[in-house]
């Protein structure tokens, strides 16, 4: 079972890192999307207001 997971997670992080190398956006654009995207799902996860 951990190890499913643990392959999965790493497939996760090269997908993810793969998509932002190649991300159409400029840098500062993809990191603010990022951004953007990770504290929405923080909030989602805690409860609290999305900006």
């Known amino acids: ?4 997971t643990r392959v999965g ?3 996760f992080t ?3 890192l793969v998509g932002v190398l190649f ?3 400029s840098g500062s ?3 603010e ?3 953007d ?3 929405g799902m ?9 900006d």
């Open 1 to 4: 079972m951990i190890e499913r």
């Open 9 to 11: 997670l790493k497939f």
């Open 14 to 16: 090269i997908g993810l």
């Open 23 to 25: 991300a159409p956006d």
């Open 29 to 31: 654009q993809t990191r």
């Open 33 to 35: 999307k990022l951004l």
């Open 37 to 39: 995207g990770v504290g």
């Open 42 to 50: 923080l909030a989602d996860l805690l409860g609290g207001k999305r």
